[in-house]
Each structure stands twice: as structure tokens, then as C-alpha cells.
């Protein structure tokens, strides 16, 4: 939880808790120890006032001094102590107070006690000079200095041209003065009334030791007091009140007409008797407390809000202002104290304090570590300072799918055909949106990333047998193993196995039947059985030899005819002629090509024509004959 700086803490003197944002805001440099000066024995509250200065914990207000200008009210009739609100720029000048005059630096705090419950102003002071007399005077005043008296910005020209410090000063502001001389433990409050610029400066009230305490160092130049707010300046009042200007300076006494000395012109914490805190919760867009495990990305939108108590101590008022919802995404330990993405403000609304508000839908499109920020505006009406959390419990995670990975092999098939397989990736987020953080609920691209498949085997989940090509992934679908597809050389029973890359952040990657055990993902490499059947065919040739003892050469031509009878009976089942030529004897034969394939007798007839006048002719004759008995085995099959 991070609170407001409050000016008030409720502790005992013992354990005072000082007010946060003094303690941030200003670091204490000095922190002494001596014998102190006789205190005067009056309340202090919650307060050490004892000479030894400052308190720690303290927020310091430094200043030049020495024989060194500083910026400092001019001297005239318009720039004293009752009027210089109403003083036409310039106000201010350089100058260079003498040492009895010049601070070198001044303290504040506040903080309640625990006893009765009333705020009280801790405020100290260091001079250049431990002797000399006058007043050490405090000014806070409800409205913030001008815009135009930016001390850490603005040069010292901008400065002198343009700030007036009290130019804001309005009724109910409040100056405390300490009395000086001869040592006094004297402090005045006086409080202006009326209407501004025409203000009156009322009379000193001295503050009795019920509700006041001071204390000089050892040494003299420092000095510490404590004033009872709730009794002197609130009236006991539990209404919120704030005063956003505090002005330390010496003056020359406590009239209206009075000069400044020195002032330490520095932006000082407000001081007020109110605390504001805001505490907030990170919910789901339903409004459900994030599980502290994280939410889920989802399909790549989720929507997130954030929950705000904004409470009030030490005063009452109506709730007013407005709670501001800032949303980054961080690595851890970082806080969203800065930047993010505006989400939007919701208004307070309701009778009283704790008030809860709760942010507009803000949406992330990306895994990761978010956190929240809510800035409470404050209610400067009322006196009301802001607040704000951005502690690590405004933090939490989104986290990534894992998606969906089923495959589905294709058919068995037989050795020297393709294999396939075709993997369905569902339930991946989209990616990231640009910006991550929106307020539309408009989500990214769809999910990328790669699909490999991959077959093993044959017969184990070790051998890599194939790895596809990669797959590009849009989104949830169906995706197939890419062409050319594998064929195996081997039979047997394969696995298939599917690797998504994942998309990240938002989407991981995932594997299915990385052990092939899904039998659904197993093919199988199968051979054929083989069978034969025997069949027996034969082709009848014949051939002939012609001579002739005398009477020349051979010329002239032998017929063939072939029967599927035994005496050459029916019609020929094949005829040729074979030409005869040259010196006896010639040998000329068939070339049938037609076979046979059945049991059963043949003949040849053969007749030979001679050219040859001196050779006489051969008529035809069944010169031939043959039997032919075909058996033929059975159908075998292999193993």
C-alpha cells in the first residue's frame, strides 16, 4: 500500500511515525548531540523539544548564507509583513541579511499524538550568527505559491520579475512568530481575516505551554519549537484544512510593519490535519479478485480493472476528487510509479469516507507482468491531499495458453506409397496488440509460429525416419503434412509425431505423441502376398534338308503345313514357304511363333517345287509327326 504523504501520525513521542511525505521529500544532513539549554517546561506533543536540533526525521529547507546574495523581499513600503501580498511585482531582489539575521536553514515536520489525538507543527531553525536578537517567523498559507515562483526551475532573473510569494495569501492563513530577545521562549501566532488583496494581519496571540514548547541549542545557533495545530489553528475542528505554502524568515518584529530579513524562499511540503490513503485491489474485467496464480490470456484479450478504497484520517468531508488509473507493463520488481497507459478516472461519490472506486475495462493483449497505478486527485476544497498506490500488490500476471495439439495419421498403406498425417491446432491466443494495453478490447494478428511433423520407425520411437518441411501457422486450424510426401523404404509400423513452435508471448509450444503411445498416430508400412500359376506352351518348328546329287545348283521352294492331327487331316493350323538357293544341300526351317498350349498330336505336311530343270520336284507328303502332352502345376503362394 502506498499512502499520501500525510502531515499527521498518530504514534506516541516515544514512537512517533513522521509524516511520510517530509521524510521523502527532504533528507535530514545533520543530526547533533550536545548539552542543551534549559528548555522551556511546556507541551510538546509527539515532539522532542529539547535544544537538540533538528529531530530526526525532519525535512530540512536549506539556504545561502554567508557573504552571499540571495533572493529576498525588496525594502519598501509594499513588501512589509502586513501588505506584501498585495505588492506589485518585483518583490524580490538580492540581498545579503547580516549573520544574526541569516538562516542558514530551517525543519519541519508534523505528527499526531497518539494521546490526544491533535496534530502537531514541529519547526526549527539554524542561524549564521549565535547572538543578536529579533524574530524567527513561520507564514503557511493554504494556496500553493504562484506558478511563477518555480524556486527550483526559474532563474533568478524569471524570479525577480515575476514571484511574489505571498501574492496567494488568503483569509485563515496563519503566521507563527518567536520572540528572540534576551533569549525568549515567546511564540505569537497570527492569523489573517477578511477578503483578499484587502487582508487583515490579526493581533499576536501568545501561545501559552499547554499547547506550545521551545528550545535554543547549546551553542545558540539553532533552536526548535512545537505548536498544538488541532488546538491553535484548527480550533479543535475535525474539518480538513491545508496549507500548501511555508515560508521560514527573520523579520525585524511582530508588527504589520515589520521587514523581512532573510526568507527561504523553497516549495515546502503542505502540512495538513487530514491523511488521505488509497488502497487498491487489481480485479478481472467481472470484477473478481486476479487469482494469484495469474489470469489467463485467453484467445488473446483480457480484460483487467482495478479497485480503489480511498479513505480519510483525522478529519470528515463529503468524498470529492477523482481517482486516476494508470496501468504498465513491467518487469519484475518494477512498480508502475511512472508512465503507463491511461485507463480513465472515476469519480468519488457517496455520503462518507472509505470510498471505493473502480477503474474503467482496460485491456491486455500480451502475456506478462502488469501493475496498476491510482492517483487520487485530493480534494483541495476540502483540504484533502491526494494519494496514490502503486505498491507490488497492484501487480499481476497474465499468463499464456497452451494450445491444443491432435494429429490424425492417414491410411495404412503398402510398402512404396506415401505416408501422411494432418495435425488440428486449437485454443492459441492472438498475438500481441499494438499498443499491448487498450480500452477497445481490439486483439492482434492471429497466432504464428510453425508446425514440423515427424514420422519414426519402423517399429520404435527412436529412429527419425522423416521430418517434414515446416508448416506456417495462422491461427487455429487443420495443417497437413506438405508435398512431396514420404515414402518409406521399409515395411513396418511407423508414429507420427507433431511440434508446434508456439507464438510467443501469448501462445507456447507444444508436442504430441512424443512417446508414441497414441495408436491413433501409427501407420502402417505393409507388404503384399505373392502367388504364381504355371502354364506350359509350346511351338512347333520344323526343318528341311534338300539335296541333290547332280544337275547344279539348288533352286526352288519347300512348303510347310502344320496339323493338330496326326495324319494331316483338317485344315493347317500353320503354312509357310522357305526358299532354296544354292550348292546342295541347303537346310531351311520355320519361324512359327504361335504356341501351343494343349495336349494333342501334330503333323507336318512338306512338299518341295525345284526351278532347277534338271531336279525334279518333291511332291507333298505327311512326312511328320508328333505327340505333345502338357501338365501344368497348381496355384502356389508365398509364406
Not at 613 to 621: E, V
Request: glycine letters at 10%; aromatic letters at 8%.
Amino acid at each position: 500500500m502506498n499512502t499520501s504523504r500525510p502531515n499527521v501520525s498518530p504514534e506516541p513521542r516515544s514512537r512517533r511515525r513522521r509524516a511520510p511525505w517530509l521524510a521523502g521529500v527532504f533528507a535530514v544532513t545533520l543530526s547533533v548531540a550536545m548539552v542543551t539549554a534549559p528548555a522551556a517546561l511546556a507541551a510538546d506533543g509527539p515532539f522532542d523539544i529539547n535544544g537538540v536540533v533538528p529531530d530526526a526525521g525532519t525535512a530540512e529547507l536549506a539556504d545561502v548564507f554567508g557573504s552571499v546574495k540571495e533572493l529576498g523581499p525588496l525594502n519598501s513600503s509594499s513588501t512589509k509583513i502586513g501588505v506584501i501580498h498585495a505588492d506589485a511585482v518585483p518583490t524580490l531582489g538580492m540581498t545579503n541579511p547580516n549573520a544574526q539575521v541569516d538562516l542558514r536553514r530551517a525543519w519541519l515536520d508534523t505528527a499526531r499524538d497518539a494521546g490526544t489525538n491533535h496534530d502537531w507543527l514541529y519547526f526549527a531553525w539554524e542561524r549564521d550568527n549565535n547572538t543578536g536578537s529579533g524574530f524567527i517567523a513561520y507564514e503557511f498559507m493554504q494556496n500553493a505559491a504562484p506558478a511563477s515562483c518555480a524556486y527550483e526551475t526559474a532563474t533568478e532573473a524569471q524570479l525577480t520579475a515575476n514571484c511574489n510569494p505571498w501574492a496567494n495569501r488568503k483569509a485563515g492563513d496563519f503566521m507563527i512568530l518567536w520572540d528572540q530577545q534576551g533569549n525568549s521562549l515567546d511564540l505569537y501566532l497570527r492569523t489573517w481575516s477578511g477578503t483578499a488583496p484587502n487582508l487583515t494581519l490579526g493581533a499576536p496571540t501568545l501561545l501559552n505551554a499547554a499547547v506550545s514548547q521551545a528550545a535554543y541549542s547549546a551553542d545558540g545557533f539553532r533552536g526548535e519549537a512545537a505548536v498544538d495545530l488541532t488546538a491553535t489553528i484548527f480550533g479543535g475542528s475535525s474539518q480538513c484544512l491545508a496549507f500548501a505554502n511555508t515560508i521560514p524568515s527573520t523579520v525585524t518584529g511582530n508588527s504589520d510593519t515589520a521587514d523581512y530579513k532573510d526568507t527561504i524562499l523553497r516549495t515546502a511540503p503542505p502540512i495538513s490535519n487530514c491523511e488521505s490513503t488509497t488502497v487498491t485491489t487489481p480485479k478481472t474485467a467481472a470484477g473478481a479478485d486476479v487469482p494469484a496464480g495469474g489470469l489467463s490470456i485467453g484467445t488473446g484479450v483480457v480484460g483487467v480493472k482495478d479497485s480503489a478504497v480511498v479513505s480519510l484520517t483525522g478529519g470528515t468531508a463529503t468524498p470529492a476528487g477523482s481517482v486516476a488509473f494508470f496501468l504498465c507493463k513491467l518487469d519484475s520488481p518494477a512498480l508502475c510509479t511512472a508512465d503507463g497507459t491511461s485507463v480513465g478516472s472515476t469519480n468519488l461519490t457517496g455520503a462518507a469516507y472509505p470510498v471505493t472506486v473502480v477503474s474503467p475495462t482496460a485491456y491486455v493483449t500480451s502475456a506478462g507482468r502488469y501493475c496498476w497505478r491510482a492517483v487520487f486527485s485530493g480534494d483541495s476544497a476540502n483540504g484533502i491531499p491526494s494519494s496514490s498506490d502503486s505498491s507490488a500488490t497492484e501487480c499481476f500476471t497474465v499468463n499464456p495458453v497452451t494450445p491444443s495439439l491432435a494429429t490424425t495419421a492417414g491410411d495404412d498403406v503398402f510398402l512404396g506409397a506415401a505416408v501422411t498425417d494432418s495435425a488440428s491446432l486449437g485454443g492459441t491466443a492472438t498475438q500481441p496488440a499494438n499498443p499491448i494495453i487498450n480500452l477497445t478490447g481490439t486483439g492482434g494478428a492471429a497466432a504464428g509460429g510453425t508446425i514440423t511433423i515427424k514420422l519414426y520407425g519402423p517399429n520404435n520411437c527412436t529412429t527419425l525416419a522423416y521430418t517434414s518441411p515446416t508448416v506456417a501457422v495462422s491461427g487455429n486450424g487443420v495443417y497437413n503434412t506438405p508435398a512431396p510426401q514420404f515414402v518409406p523404404g521399409a515395411a513396418g509400423t511407423y508414429h507420427w509425431v507433431a511440434v508446434y513452435s508456439g507464438s510467443s508471448p501469448n501462445t507456447n509450444g507444444t508436442t504430441h505423441n512424443a512417446a508414441c503411445g497414441d495408436s491413433n498416430e501409427d501407420v502402417v508400412v505393409q507388404t503384399v502376398a505373392s502367388s504364381l500359376r504355371s502354364a506350359q506352351t509350346w511351338v512347333p518348328n520344323d526343318a528341311v534338308t534338300v539335296t541333290a546329287p547332280a544337275g547344279g545348283a539348288l533352286a526352288g521352294t519347300v512348303s510347310f503345313d502344320l496339323y493338330a492331327t496326326s495324319d494331316c487331316s483338317g485344315s493347317a493350323i500353320y503354312s509357310t514357304t522357305a526358299a532354296v538357293a544354292g550348292a546342295s544341300p541347303q537346310v531351311v526351317s520355320t519361324s512359327n511363333t504361335t504356341a501351343q498350349s494343349a495336349s494333342g498330336s501334330f503333323s507336318w505336311k512338306v512338299s518341295y517345287d525345284s526351278t532347277n530343270p534338271g531336279q525334279r520336284d518333291i511332291p507333298a507328303s505327311c512326312h511328320e509327326t508328333s505327340a505333345l502332352t502338357i501338365a501344368n502345376g497348381g496355384l502356389i503362394s508365398s509364406p
